[in-house]
């Protein structure tokens, strides 16, 4: 049951980039709010400034979360309100907030959510790819055998797949979605949305690789990449095939054998890698 003393936790959407696109409402709440948890506080001090507000800002980010949460329920218990940002777009997405809205729910405090800005929803709808059936991935792992291992689960996926990418990891992470997905998978890449320099490119993940890696400029900034969903129905295997694959990975490693008998067959690795899961 909610004690009405208790202050309320606004989540609020800010701006991707364009500073216009922040709603009325949520400009009213982040001016009426006592204290605003941001998760780069000097980053969204300029935001702030930009519109005049002077609120309090306490930081809440992925490495203080989990200790600040106790705070900053406390301050809501006393009967103040805070609103909760990200640097940029919806808070949660991608972004630290989790287990301070999963505590506060726990608690009896009241969640108010203020809608706005999201990357994700804002490529998906310019995208041309089905909107009814959607996967969002966030950001893959860091790490190449990782990001390969969660490639490799999603190749089957039929709904569309959302990622976000960073500057640095783009170029190899399109190298490796045109290795595991198929050079004919149709995907698009998202840059800077909402900003100066937006671009929205799309074409299978053979152009797209030759695309950004042909221009330095593409490699910048934020990206989100969408990947159309799998849509060959055809998943037999020949008998013979599969007795290739499953020679070959008796002495080598899941991913070598795959790729070497679609060397030797013509079939897809990533249909090929399947079979050895």
């Not at 800010?14 to 982040?30: C, F, H, K, M, S």
């Not at 907030?97 to 009241?110: E, F, K, P, S």
């Not at 990206?223 to 998943?235: A, C, Y």
Request: glycine share 6%; proline share 4%.
């Amino acid at each position: 049951m909610v004690d009405n003393k208790y202050g309320n936790l606004y989540i609020v959407a800010t701006p991707i980039g364009n500073l216009e696109d922040i709603t009325v409402r949520a400009l009213n709440i982040l001016r009426s709010v006592d204290y605003i948890a941001a998760e780069d506080t000097r980053h969204s001090a300029i935001l702030l400034k930009h519109f005049g507000i002077d609120n309090k800002l306490i930081s809440l980010h992925n490495f203080n979360e989990k200790q600040r949460c106790f705070k900053l329920i406390d301050i809501l218990k006393h009967g103040n309100n805070i609103a909760l940002i990200s640097d940029a777009g919806t808070p949660l997405i991608s972004d630290p907030g989790y287990h301070l809205v999963n505590l506060v729910r726990q608690a009896g405090i009241t969640i108010i959510p203020v809608p706005g800005p999201c990357a994700a929803i804002a490529a998906l709808c310019v995208s041309g790819f089905p909107t009814d059936k959607f996967v969002f991935e966030g950001f893959l792992p860091a790490k190449a055998n990782a990001r390969d291992q969660r490639l490799y689960a999603l190749q089957t996926e039929i709904r569309t797949v959302i990622f976000y990418e960073s500057s640095h990891r783009i170029v190899s992470t399109v190298n490796a979605m045109l290795e595991i997905f198929g050079s004919g998978r149709q995907a698009v890449i998202a840059r800077e949305l909402t900003k100066k320099f937006e671009t929205i490119y799309s074409g299978s993940l053979s152009d797209l690789k030759i695309w950004i890696e042909s221009d330095n400029n593409q490699q910048k900034g934020e990206f989100v990449l969408l990947v159309h969903g799998d849509i060959n129905n055809k998943r037999d295997i020949d008998a013979n095939v599969l007795n290739i694959l499953k020679l070959l990975a008796v002495e080598l490693p899941a991913s070598k054998a795959a790729s070497l008998t679609s060397k030797i067959t013509g079939i897809p690795k990533s249909l090929l890698y399947t079979q050895l899961k």
